[in-house]
């Protein structure tokens, strides 16, 4: 290896100057409904998200920690999707595959930041949740505007936190070749796999990154709905039990999803774990959460749903009548 590299700074010291991104391209024959697909996709994520985005900043009544949690998710959602979705359309439609190395670490590091935020901020809704459902009379000491702020600042604060520590340690190895990443994005372990360097420091810290931001997020979102369907079991009406059930289930289904494939990609061994299925169960946390998330936890909303409608159609006054 050539010794003046390992004395430069980080740009100098990449012997390889892009990254060849491999996506889909086993599937040759499929690229253009892959696109097509994708982009269907990509659309319905943000157009759903920026809506419910759009209704609880219009509606005053929508201004409660529950739906400001939901606008927060559905802005980090339309943000997350938008770090990989457009890179991937652009691939299949141009067939350009090639990266540049910055710009390979860039998205690694906005979707792992985002990534970390969402486990946290999940976690934070299913304690709202838990609040609502399992401590009412204590509900608006334990849960405000105020501390909701708090709570969702401090998840994005901290994902971006994680993701900048992990980045330190990247940002000294050096890629001397080869350089096809055999994933649809720039994801940590991929990258990791092309460096000519000693890696088994950074693969420790992504490894223990991993666990902080996925296990404690996941047990506590686990246990508060656990504690919810307890509770609801208690409920005595049947059409109020099952409506509640049917709710709470889609959430913890949606959850479960989301942090058990981030659980099989990141935490469980790698050596016997095939790419291409490593590549299927990444599509449950990039493209199938953020697409399905609006619907699960805000368009089934009552209060939404109301929102909407009053939205399209305003009343004589101007204004959006207040919730029965």
Aim: glycine residues 6%; contains cysteine; hydrophobic residues 45%.
């Amino acid at each position: 290896m050539n010794r003046s590299l390992v004395r430069g700074d980080w740009g100098n010291q990449t012997a390889i100057k892009e990254f060849i991104i491999l996506g889909f391209g086993d599937l040759p024959d499929l690229q253009i409904l892959l696109f097509l697909m994708f982009q269907v996709i990509y659309m319905a994520t943000v157009a759903g998200n920026t809506l419910i985005v759009v209704l609880i900043a219009a509606d005053q009544h929508l201004h409660t920690p529950m739906y400001l949690f939901l606008g927060n998710l559905s802005c980090l959602e339309t943000c997350y999707t938008s770090t990989i979705l457009p890179r991937l359309l652009a691939s299949l439609l141009t067939g350009d595959k090639s990266i540049s190395v910055s710009g390979c670490i860039i998205q690694l590091y906005f979707f792992g930041s985002l990534a970390c935020t969402e486990c946290y901020l999940l976690a934070a809704m299913s304690y709202d949740r838990y609040l609502a459902i399992c401590k009412p009379l204590h509900y608006s000491t334990l849960m405000n505007i105020r501390i909701c702020l708090q709570l969702g600042a401090a998840s994005w604060l901290n994902g971006c936190l994680a993701m900048i520590i992990l980045i330190s340690f990247l940002s000294h190895l050096l890629f001397c070749g080869p350089n096809e990443i055999n994933h649809f994005y720039c994801d940590s372990i991929p990258v990791l796999e092309l460096s000519c360097s000693n890696t088994h420091q950074v693969i420790l810290v992504d490894f223990i990154l991993a666990c902080v931001f996925i296990l404690p997020p996941f047990l506590l979102t686990l246990t508060s709905y656990m504690c919810i369907i307890s509770a609801i079991v208690r409920i005595p009406s049947t059409t109020g039990r099952k409506k509640s059930f049917s709710t709470c289930s889609s959430h913890l289904i949606v959850v479960t999803i989301f942090y058990g494939t981030l659980i099989v990609v990141y935490i469980l061994p790698k050596r016997d774990t095939p790419r291409d299925l490593n590549k299927v169960v990444s599509l449950c946390y990039t493209v199938l959460t953020p697409l399905v998330n609006p619907l699960i936890y805000s368009l089934r909303n009552r209060e939404v749903k109301e929102a909407l409608f009053h939205w399209d159609c305003p009343d004589p006054a101007g204004g959006l009548p207040g919730h029965t």
